[in-house]
């Protein structure tokens, strides 16, 4: 049984810079591959960047280059980096588990002016 819980998130103007984190708790072994995702209003929830138990990262064309996951195993942590933030990438994150099929609450990241 793992649970996930996102935070850091919140309001920030356009250019600025917000760290996400996912913490995993429970019974588990191991959380593996770790994704995050977000969802505007309005819209569908849709994959972001994506991180394999080993390392490897994947991103979306729309966060490429801009956005960076990384995971601390010890801590049962991932991470979002998230730079050079654009009023279009306001949304709800959440961090997933797919392995397990488990979803965080979700945080909020407002991107305004």
């Known amino acids: 049984q793992v649970q996930l819980m996102e935070s850091g998130g919140g309001l920030v103007q356009p250019g600025g810079s917000l760290r996400l984190s996912c913490a995993a708790s429970?019974?588990?072994?191991?959380?593996?591959?770790m994704g995050w995702y977000r969802q505007a209003a309005g819209k569908e929830r849709d994959v972001i960047a994506y991180?394999?138990?080993?390392?490897?990262?994947n991103y979306s064309d729309s966060v490429k280059g801009r956005f960076t996951i990384s995971r601390d195993n010890a801590k049962n942590t991932v991470y979002l980096q998230m730079n050079s933030l654009k009023p279009e990438d306001t949304a709800v994150y959440y961090c997933?588990?797919?392995?397990?099929?488990?979803w965080g609450q979700g945080t909020q990241v407002t991107v305004s002016s």
């Open positions: 429970g019974r588990f072994f191991s959380i593996r591959g």
């Open positions: 991180i394999t138990r080993d390392g490897v990262v």
């Open positions: 997933h588990s797919d392995y397990y099929n488990v």
